[in-house]
T-cell receptor, first 112, second 113 residues
Framework: KQEVTQIPAALSVPEGENLVLNCSFT??????LQWFRQDPGKGLTSLLL?????REQTSGRLNASLDKSSGRSTLYIAASQPGDSATYLC???????????FGSGTQLTVLP | ETGVTQSPTHLIKTRGQQVTLRCSSQ?????VSWYQQALGQGPQFIFQ???????GRGNFPPRFSGLQFPNYSSELNVNALELDDSALYLC????????????FGEGSRLTVL
């Protein structure tokens, strides 16, 4: 059974800092890994998708890496802004049911 | 804007009742999945439909059922509601089949009293 863990559960940083969010998963047989952002009471916004054959993806100030063999992914956010405050969720697509298994998220607060 | 629309956005039911949640995705998105998200937790996979057939199911009882229509819109039905069914229900669709990138709607917030 796939399990996804995200560390830390919560993070508070001053504006302008670079930061790293961590994600680990137990079964390396994945189709892809997605990072999502969720604002309070809202749905999920897809940030980055990394296919199992890829090592990293970049979008603007965001960079995500994938090390499938060790079951790890990181999301790097450069020059953080207050508008980045949200919960960030990591999810891996795996299994015969082709389901996304999510971590519990990292709640990020960027202080002005 | 993901192009995935869910209705209703909020609803309140009592224990034992039945509920139907609806999802409309972008044209051509032939795969739809439903997830349940309890407060403070990550979403949990309920099931997936691909070209109108159930293609995978998570650890949810049979009282959770679904449909996908020829226009690729979808419904989630929950019978005999329990208090623990209170959650945000999220619909997600994919253009690239069951292993493609998923795009989520804003969700339907269900409260069971």
């Amino acid at each position: 059974k796939q399990e996804v863990t995200q560390i830390p559960a919560a993070l508070s940083v001053p504006e302008g800092e670079n930061l790293v969010l961590n994600c680990s998963f137990t079964d390396s047989a994945i189709y892809n890994l997605q990072w999502f952002r969720q604002d309070p009471g809202k749905g999920l916004t897809s940030l980055l998708l990394i296919q199992s054959s890829q090592r990293e993806q970049t979008s603007g100030r965001l960079n995500a890496s994938l090390d499938k063999s060790s079951g790890r992914s990181t999301l790097y956010i450069a020059a953080s802004q207050p508008g980045d405050s949200a919960t960030y969720l990591c999810a891996v697509l795996s299994g015969s049911a082709r389901q996304l298994t999510f971590g519990s998220g990292t709640q990020l607060t960027v202080l002005p | 804007e993901t192009g995935v629309t869910q209705s209703p956005t909020h609803l309140i039911k009592t224990r034992g009742q039945q509920v139907t949640l609806r999802c409309s995705s972008q044209s051509g998105h032939n795969t739809v999945s439903w997830y349940q998200q309890a407060l403070g937790q990550g979403p949990q996979f309920i099931f997936q439909y691909y070209r109108e057939e159930e293609n995978g199911r998570g650890n949810f009882p049979p009282r959770f059922s679904g449909l996908q229509f020829p226009n690729y819109s979808s419904e989630l039905n929950v019978n005999a509601l329990e208090l623990d069914d209170s959650a945000l229900y999220l619909c997600a669709s994919s253009l690239a089949g069951p292993t493609g990138e998923l795009f989520f709607g804003e969700g339907s917030r269900l409260t069971v009293l």
